[in-house]
Structures are given as C-alpha cells and as structure tokens.
C-alpha cells in the first residue's frame, strides 16, 4: 500500500506511560491495554495499544498542516493487526499538505499494515461545548452471549482538553471537541462495556452531521448483529451529531487448566512419593498442569514464576487443599538472583521440569536472527544456567525434563525460530546427559496443546496438558 | 475460471489489500503472510454476506485454503468452481 517514495509522517513507540495516559483520557482501563500480568494470558501475550489511540495520534498528524476549525464529516477505521506496547509503528498520511479534506493514513508495523483511517473534514464554525473532564470510572463489564445479542445503553462523554491540548495539540487546536469525545467514548464502550472484558476493537464507520446545541452528551449503542460463530458485533451508534456503526469481538478467554480434585482421579500412582519437583514457569499452561499432576503422584512440588505471582498461588493453594505440599517462588531464568537461585538449590530436587517460556507469537514469515535469538534465551541460555547452577550448588543427582515441540518436525509458518531454539534446547540436553554425572535428561516434542499460547481466534482442536503429560511424567520422565 | 471465482478474488484483493492477487487452488496461509486468523475471519465474513452461506465453526476452520474453500461453497449450493 506504501507508495515507494512515500515516508512515514510520524513513528511511534508506546510505552507503560502512553498506555496508561490514554486509558485515564479515554476511560478505556481494559486490562489488554494496562495489565501487564493479565495481557500476558491473551491473545497476544502482552499489552495491546489501544486502536482509537492510534487514530487520535493519526488525526493529530493530519491537522499539523491545518488552518482554522474543521469538523470530521465522516470517519472510517478498521484495526487489522494489534500494536503491542514497545512495537515501533510507522503512520503513512496520503497527503500532509492539509490542503485536501479527504485524508487517508495508515499505520504499518515492520511494513505489516495494521491500521487504515479515511477521514473527510470541513470547515467548522466552533459552537461552545460544555462537556466534564471524567466521570465515574467504569468496571470492565465480563458481558454474556445475551448480552452481545441483545446488548444497548448509553455512555456519557466526557473529555480533558488541556490533556488533549499538551499531548496531541494540533488535533486540539483543529477539531470539534465534541467529536474527540464521541470518538475516544468508542474505545471506552468496546474496552469496558461490549463487548467489554474479552473484548478486540475491529473498526469504526461514522458520519457527522450538525448536532442540535442542547442534544444530551452522551453515546448510545445497541446490538445490530451478532455472529456468535466469528465472535463478532456490530453495533449502532448514535450520539449528538453522529450516526455510525462499531464492529468488535469477543477475544478468547484464558485458558484454565483441571483443578486437583480432577487430576488426583487421574493420578493413580504415587510414582514422585518422597521425591522433590521443581516446575520452572508453574503459574499457568502446561507448567501448571505438571505441578498438579506430581503432586498428585506424591511429589513435594516448587512452582516458580516470573510474573503471574497470584496465578502461582492459586495453583499452590489448589495443590495444598488436596493434601499436596507446594511453594512459590519468583525466579527469572533470563536474569537469576542470588538469593532466588540459593533457594531454588536449597530444595535439593529429584526433578526439574522446565516450561519457561515466552510468548510464541507466529506472525512473521523467513529466518530473523534476533528472533531466535531472543527464544535461545529463554530454552538454552536460562536451561544451562539453572542446570549448572545446580550442578556448582552440589544439589546432588536430577533429572530434567525438556517439553520440546513437534514443530521441529513439521515447521508451522512463523515458528521457525521457535522450533529451531527447541531444536537446540534437546542437543543441550543430549550434551548435558552425556557430559554431566549427575544429570539425566529427557526431552519430549509435544503437539501443539491447549494453553495460553494456543489460543486462537479459530476454532482448533488441540490436545489438552493433562492428557498429554501425564504419560511422560509418570513414565519416562521419572527418576533413572 | 467462473465469475463466482472473479467475485471471489475481489474479496480475496480487498481484505488481504492485495490488488494484484491472483487466486489459486493452492493459496493459503503459508504462501499467503496476509492470510492470518483475524484476516480469515474477516474473509469469511464477507463470503458469507456476498455468496449468502453460512459456514459452521469446522467448515470455518477447514477453508483456510483457498481450494478446500471454494469446495465447501459449492458443496453449500454456490455456482463456484476452478
């Protein structure tokens, strides 16, 4: 779409700070956009930029060239692909003379679109508006399936010029502040209202026409569609002045794994009684799953975890009320403190398996160096460390169990770096049997299993952790 | 080719923003970087609105090529072929 001799008006990074001032100017607080520990469970692993943020800084952009009052006569956006907090994005505006009252601008992300507005204007004559600074805070509604097809209500608008004037001025300076309100009400309706908690802002489509001085200040909506096979809404808008429709879905929710009442049921042995297990990334998935699933056999279990220290406890707690002993620590296999490291030895384990594991996202195709790279650390780098940590700290024999991928065998598009790092986590297990006493190792390529970082928004039959490991750590993975 | 595949193509050249886009029976995700899971639903959006079928969530999953899809709409009535 680039024209080759077309360069970006304006680059963009955001950061923890963007996030958080848009969500307060906004009133859009959904936890996608300002939870790093909650973001990490969907979809994309971590914070998503917000998608009307993205238009506000592109309609800024738009008026730099702009003279005198302009009102927004129509409004068309679509979100393509998500903008992750610390992506750096690049905006492309058709024409920045601000001659033109059509605009159209795009948003790419490594030359990926993942953004396009077309915006018309014309001249305004500015009316004085009257609209608060806030209002009260909205709770991040979890809507239901009646609620996405019978939903409908109303918001109030709001709006902080002076915030708006210091960080996008151009657009304060040129634009009808009534429709910056109705526009940035739109985030807030998708984010915390519908379809709210599980919520993906698909675009945007609105007309703007003279709004009567006393209409009432507020945005309303009702359900017009809803496709419960693609977990997708339209909905209507109407507001002072303005018509339009939204479309938004319904994103996946985390993925819960069995609790130990189920799992005890299924673990009939008592093969880890008296044993010691540590679970590197225990929190959630497929880690989750194998601390369950050895303490069920009657392993004392350690969980570690890097950020999700509440999910940690839950599993714990959950092991603990089914007469299972487990602990918590905080470990980060790229960065090990001292202190953390001392008491991970101090256990003294008999097994440790290893499930740190950043978020897998397929999203690019060919080799990128960096990439692997960045995976190397965590399934190479951080198992070495911990291996021969132990090792120096005379922890005495272990074994280590390896949750490989069969995506070495068969290479999915934009798992090439992924499968290759797991690929070199197995020859680094090998070496380390091979080389170290008091090592064994056992490396397993598991199909793609139903966790946090399968999820999708298609349907997918995969298999789930419970069925899958308990084989392995019942049989080959236990003790030599 | 029919004019089902011709109408079929734009939705291909408008939702994946590939004006140029020649539609085969082997396209698919892995030779298409654009064909991904938000884009695929968009598409099966806007087949079943301009061919007026309805997909279940398997047919939905199964057309993610563009052979096993154009199979699944001439086995749901449309007109479509190669």
Same mark, same amino acid.
């Given at each position: 779409?680039?024209?080759?001799?077309?360069?970006?008006?304006?680059?963009?990074?955001?950061?923890?700070?963007?996030?958080?001032?848009?969500?307060?100017?906004?009133?859009?607080?959904?936890?996608?956009?300002?939870?790093?520990?909650?973001?990490?469970?969907?979809?994309?692993?971590?914070?998503?930029?917000?998608?009307?943020?993205?238009?506000?800084?592109?309609?800024?952009?738009?008026?730099?060239?702009?003279?005198?009052?302009?009102?927004?006569?129509?409004?068309?956006?679509?979100?393509?692909?998500?903008?992750?907090?610390?992506?750096?994005?690049?905006?492309?505006?058709?024409?920045?003379?601000?001659?033109?009252?059509?605009?159209?601008?795009?948003?790419?992300?490594?030359?990926?679109? &993942?953004?396009?507005?077309?915006?018309?204007?014309?001249?305004?004559?500015?009316?004085?508006?009257?609209?608060?600074?806030?209002?009260?805070?909205?709770?991040?509604?979890?809507?239901?399936?009646?609620?996405?097809?019978?939903?409908?209500? $109303?918001?109030?608008?709001?709006?902080?010029?002076?915030?708006?004037?210091?960080? =996008?001025?151009?657009?304060?300076?040129?634009?009808?502040?009534?429709?910056?309100?109705?526009?940035?009400?739109?985030?807030?309706?998708?984010?915390?209202?519908?379809?709210?908690?599980?919520?993906?802002? %698909?675009?945007?489509?609105?007309?703007?026409?003279?709004?009567?001085?006393?209409?009432?200040?507020?945005?309303?909506?009702?359900?017009?569609?809803?496709?419960?096979?693609?977990?997708?809404?339209?909905?209507?808008?109407?507001?002072?002045?303005?018509?339009?429709? #939204?479309?938004? $879905?319904?994103?996946?929710?985390?993925?819960?794994?069995?609790?130990?009442?189920?799992?005890?049921? #299924?673990?009939?042995?008592?093969?880890?009684?008296?044993?010691?297990?540590?679970?590197?990334?225990?929190?959630?998935?497929?880690?989750?799953?194998?601390?369950?699933?050895?303490?069920?056999?009657?392993?004392?279990?350690?969980?570690?975890?890097?950020?999700?220290? %509440?999910?940690?406890?839950?599993?714990?707690? +959950?092991?603990? $009320?089914?007469?299972?002993?487990?602990?918590?620590?905080? =470990?980060?296999?790229?960065?090990?403190?001292?202190? +953390?490291?001392?008491?991970?030895?101090?256990?003294?384990?008999?097994?440790?398996?290893?499930?740190?594991?950043?978020?897998?996202?397929?999203?690019?195709?060919?080799?990128?160096?960096?990439?692997?790279?960045?995976?190397?650390?965590?399934?190479?780098?951080?198992?070495?460390?911990?291996?021969?940590?132990?090792?120096?700290?005379?922890?005495?024999?272990?074994?280590?169990?390896?949750?490989?991928?069969?995506?070495?065998?068969?290479?999915?598009?934009?798992?090439?770096? =992924?499968?290759?790092?797991?690929?070199?986590?197995?020859?680094? &297990?090998?070496?380390?049997?091979?080389?170290?006493?008091?090592?064994? &190792?056992?490396?397993?390529?598991?199909?793609?299993?139903?966790?946090?970082?399968?999820?999708?928004?298609?349907?997918?039959?995969?298999?789930?952790?419970?069925?899958?490991?308990?084989?392995?750590?019942?049989?080959?993975?236990?003790?030599? | 080719?029919?004019?089902?595949?011709?109408?079929?193509?734009?939705?291909?050249?408008?939702?994946?923003?590939?004006?140029?886009?020649?539609?085969?029976?082997?396209?698919?995700?892995?030779?298409?970087?654009? !064909?991904?899971?938000?884009?695929?639903?968009?598409?099966?959006? @806007?087949?079943?609105?301009?061919?007026?079928?309805?997909?279940?969530?398997?047919?939905?999953?199964?057309?993610?090529? @563009?052979?096993?899809?154009?199979?699944?709409?001439?086995?749901?009535?449309?007109?479509?072929? !190669?």
């Amino acid at each position: 779409m680039t024209h080759p001799s077309q360069s970006a008006a304006v680059t963009w990074q955001f950061s923890e700070q963007d996030q958080l001032w848009f969500a307060n100017f906004s009133g859009d607080f959904n936890p996608i956009h300002v939870d790093s520990v909650q973001a990490r469970r969907t979809l994309f692993g971590t914070q998503v930029v917000h998608g009307i943020h993205l238009v506000i800084g592109a309609l800024n952009s738009i008026c730099q060239n702009m003279t005198g009052l302009r009102k927004i006569v129509r409004l068309d956006t679509q979100f393509i692909a998500p903008v992750l907090i610390g992506d750096t994005v690049q905006l492309f505006v058709q024409d920045m003379s601000g001659d033109h009252e059509d605009q159209i601008s795009w948003i790419t992300n490594h030359g990926r679109n &993942c953004a396009k507005m077309k915006v018309s204007f014309e001249q305004d004559t500015r009316q004085s508006i009257n609209l608060p600074i806030s209002v009260e805070k909205l709770v991040c509604h979890e809507a239901s399936e009646e609620d996405y097809l019978h939903g409908g209500g $109303s918001l109030p608008l709001f709006l902080n010029g002076a915030e708006l004037s210091e960080k =996008y001025p151009d657009l304060a300076r040129v634009v009808c502040p009534l429709q910056i309100a109705q526009i940035i009400a739109t985030s807030r309706l998708v984010g915390m209202q519908l379809p709210g908690l599980h919520s993906l802002y %698909n675009g945007l489509s609105v007309e703007f026409s003279q709004s009567e001085p006393d209409a009432p200040s507020e945005l309303t909506y009702q359900t017009l569609r809803y496709l419960p096979r693609y977990k997708r809404l339209k909905l209507s808008l109407a507001s002072a002045g303005l018509t339009g429709t #939204l479309e938004a $879905s319904v994103r996946p929710t985390p993925i819960t794994q069995p609790k130990m009442a189920h799992i005890t049921n #299924l673990v009939q042995s008592k093969a880890w009684k008296s044993k010691r297990a540590i679970v590197i990334g225990g929190s959630r998935g497929l880690g989750e799953a194998a601390a369950k699933i050895l303490a069920a056999a009657g392993a004392e279990v350690l969980i570690t975890y890097l950020a999700g220290e %509440n999910d940690a406890n839950a599993v714990a707690e +959950d092991i603990r $009320s089914a007469g299972g002993c487990a602990e918590v620590l905080r =470990y980060d296999v790229l960065k090990p403190n001292e202190p +953390d490291f001392k008491k991970l030895a101090a256990f003294g384990p008999d097994l440790v398996c290893y499930f740190a594991t950043p978020k897998i996202l397929l999203n690019t195709s060919g080799f990128s160096e960096s990439k692997h790279d960045f995976y190397a650390q965590y399934f190479v780098t951080g198992m070495w460390n911990l291996v021969t940590g132990f090792l120096g700290a005379n922890t005495g024999p272990f074994r280590l169990f390896n949750p490989s991928t069969n995506y070495i065998d068969n290479v999915v598009p934009g798992a090439l770096e =992924y499968a290759m790092a797991k690929a070199d986590s197995e020859v680094l &297990c090998n070496y380390m049997a091979e080389e170290f006493n008091n090592v064994s &190792c056992c490396s397993r390529r598991l199909p793609p299993i139903k966790t946090d970082q399968s999820v999708s928004l298609l349907h997918k039959e995969v298999g789930d952790a419970v069925s899958e490991l308990l084989p392995i750590l019942l049989g080959d993975a236990r003790s030599v | 080719m029919n004019n089902e595949i011709d109408r079929l193509t734009e939705l291909f050249r408008d939702i994946l923003e590939k004006p140029d886009l020649i539609l085969v029976p082997e396209l698919d995700g892995k030779s298409e970087e654009k !064909w991904d899971s938000f884009s695929h639903i968009n598409l099966m959006i @806007a087949v079943e609105e301009e061919f007026e079928l309805t997909f279940t969530p398997t047919e939905i999953e199964e057309s993610r090529n @563009a052979e096993n899809l154009v199979k699944i709409m001439a086995e749901k009535g449309s007109n479509i072929h !190669w």
